[in-house]
């Protein structure tokens, strides 16, 4: 046995997991590792991770090299002062129980390079060996497979048979050391028995993480809203009626905006004419998104602002800015919706783009809204119980 799987043995049993009862209700916290590169009070790094209410923080991203094995994306990001792997797994000082997850894939990561490393049975073996030794070399604690989207963007009409194969590959390496494995979805129902063959995948997977946002997509030539309770009722639904235990669904919450342009300003309803994607802000500097705490800079400092609530979520707009968003109250109604249905937990995306530092009240305020919120419904269940 060489010396990277015997660590792994000694890591995975060590007497701190003993101690750690399994949540009922996990709240699963992505982390954008690019984050450390923001200014002034954009600017986040591990030191601002909140281990207290996360049940499992994920960082986020590494990728594919030429081989197809698991890679860093940024060796800066990934091994330096300000984040880094070493910073992010010491978090567990703080909590010894918080579970440190590494996300592979992503957005920019596109879809091709993970349709080729998924197309053979020998590519998948070599693909799944090479996340257990770097899971075990650098001390996670599970893989977050986010493919974005097998069959889609470059995939093949077989990415989804692959996508279940690698999976079950992948569950096969990881779990005599009780490494975990989960993945993060799209809410394209499309996909659903194409790319995502649920009940093939529900047999090894030990959650999924519904992103429950962006129903309305950048490229959009209208207004609509990113995360409406109706769609995202309709997606987790869809999800279960395919054959996944609710219990292995994690609902993700988005702590930011989609911002257009308004072709008319006064024409400012859903489904309004626009321009194009919105400004970026000034911290995040991403068109077409703002983080919660620039929403909250907006909300406070434009006097004229005009605010509406519609199916679960809110919009607003001023001039010709048009956004849309979740707020404390919308977060807690989402929370219960996803906790009568049995679900997992609630996930977020991101901590970065929460009011993390508090510039506008508590810190975390959409975090801290998912937390009361599960706490409130579990203090009536207790007294429900009686």
């Known amino acids: 046995m060489n010396f990277i799987l015997l660590a792994g043995i000694l890591y995975a049993l060590s007497g701190v997991d003993a101690q750690c009862d399994d949540k009922d209700l996990e709240i699963v916290c992505y982390w954008g590792s690019w984050s450390i590169y923001r200014k002034d009070i954009g600017h986040f790094n591990t030191s601002h991770i909140n281990t207290d209410i996360c049940t499992t923080v994920v960082y986020s991203f590494v990728g594919l090299d030429i081989n197809m094995d698991i890679t860093s994306l940024d060796t800066n990001a990934d091994f330096g002062s300000n984040g880094g792997f070493a910073n992010f797994i010491n978090l567990k000082e703080k909590n010894p129980c918080l579970k440190t997850v590494l996300a592979?894939?992503?957005?920019?990561?596109?879809?091709?390079?993970?349709?080729?490393?998924?197309?053979?049975?020998?590519?998948?073996?070599?693909?799944?060996?090479?996340?257990?030794?770097?899971?075990?070399?650098?001390?996670?604690?599970?893989?977050?497979?986010?493919?974005?989207?097998?069959?889609?963007?470059?995939?093949?009409?077989?990415?989804?048979?692959?996508?279940?194969a690698l999976l079950k590959e992948i569950k096969n390496k990881l779990s005599p050391w009780?490494?975990?494995?989960?993945?993060?979805?799209?809410?394209?129902?499309?996909?659903?028995?194409?790319?995502?063959?649920?009940?093939?995948?529900?047999?090894?997977?030990?959650?999924?993480?519904?992103?429950?946002?962006?129903?309305?997509?950048?490229?959009?030539?209208?207004?609509?809203?990113s995360a409406p309770l109706s769609d995202i009722k309709t997606t987790i639904s869809k999800w279960i009626d395919g054959g996944l235990p609710s219990k292995k669904l994690i609902l993700g919450i988005p702590a930011y905006a989609k911002n257009f342009v308004l072709d008319d300003p006064n024409n400012n309803g859903i489904g309004a004419p626009v321009a194009g994607i919105g400004r970026?802000?000034?911290?995040?500097?991403?068109?077409?998104?703002l983080s919660y705490y620039e929403v909250l800079d907006?909300?406070?400092?434009?006097?004229?602002?005009?605010?509406?609530?519609?199916?679960?979520?809110?919009?607003?707009?001023?001039?010709?800015?048009?956004?849309?968003?979740?707020?404390?109250?919308?977060?807690?109604?989402?929370?219960?919706?996803?906790?009568?249905?049995?679900?997992?937990?609630?996930?977020?995306?991101?901590?970065?783009?929460?009011?993390?530092s508090g510039i506008y009240g508590d810190p975390y305020p959409l975090l801290n809204a998912i937390k009361s919120s599960i706490d409130e419904y579990q203090s009536s269940k207790i007294r429900n119980a009686k």
């Open 280 to 289: 970026p802000g000034l911290f995040t500097q991403e068109d077409g998104l």
């Open 178 to 225: 009780g490494l975990k494995l989960s993945i993060a979805v799209s809410i394209d129902d499309t996909l659903i028995g194409v790319g995502y063959k649920i009940r093939d995948i529900a047999k090894v997977i030990d959650s999924v993480n519904l992103m429950a946002y962006d129903y309305i997509s950048s490229d959009s030539k209208v207004t609509g809203l």
């Open 104 to 164: 592979i894939g992503g957005w920019n990561e596109g879809s091709i390079k993970y349709s080729v490393m998924a197309a053979t049975d020998e590519s998948r073996k070599k693909f799944a060996q090479s996340v257990l030794q770097f899971l075990v070399y650098y001390k996670f604690d599970g893989i977050d497979i986010d493919w974005e989207y097998p069959t889609i963007r470059g995939g093949l009409s077989q990415d989804g048979d692959n996508f279940a």
């Open 298 to 356: 907006i909300l406070n400092v434009i006097s004229d602002i005009h605010v509406e609530f519609s199916d679960g979520t809110n919009y607003a707009y001023y001039d010709d800015e048009w956004l849309t968003y979740d707020n404390e109250a919308t977060v807690k109604t989402k929370v219960k919706h996803a906790l009568d249905q049995n679900l997992g937990g609630i996930m977020m995306w991101a901590l970065e783009l929460d009011d993390f």
